[in-house]
C-alpha cells in the first residue's frame, strides 16, 4: 500500500467509527411495504466501505495497475 491508500483506510475507519458513535435510532424503509427494515447507521457502514474501498483501489500505483492489466 502507499501512502495515499494508507490516508483513505484510516480515514475511512476514523469516519466508520464517528458514525458508529453517532447511531441514530430511526429506521429506513428499503421498499414501499417496509418489508426490509435497517437501521440507517448500517446503510451509512456499507457507503463508507464501498467508497473506502473505491479510493484504495484508484489511488494504487502505477506500477501495480500495469500488472494487473497485463
Known sequence: ???KQIVCLW?????????GL???SDTIYLWS???L?????T?????????T??????FRDKQDKK???D
Open 11 to 19: 480515514l475511512g475507519i476514523i469516519v466508520f467509527v464517528l458514525v
Open 33 to 35: 411495504h417496509g418489508a
Open 43 to 51: 446503510v451509512l457502514w456499507v457507503c463508507i466501505i464501498i467508497v
Open 1 to 3: 500500500m502507499n501512502k
Open 22 to 24: 453517532y447511531a441514530s
Open 67 to 69: 500488472d494487473k492489466d
Open 53 to 58: 474501498i473505491g479510493l484504495i483501489y484508484t
Open 37 to 41: 427494515m435497517l437501521p440507517p447507521f
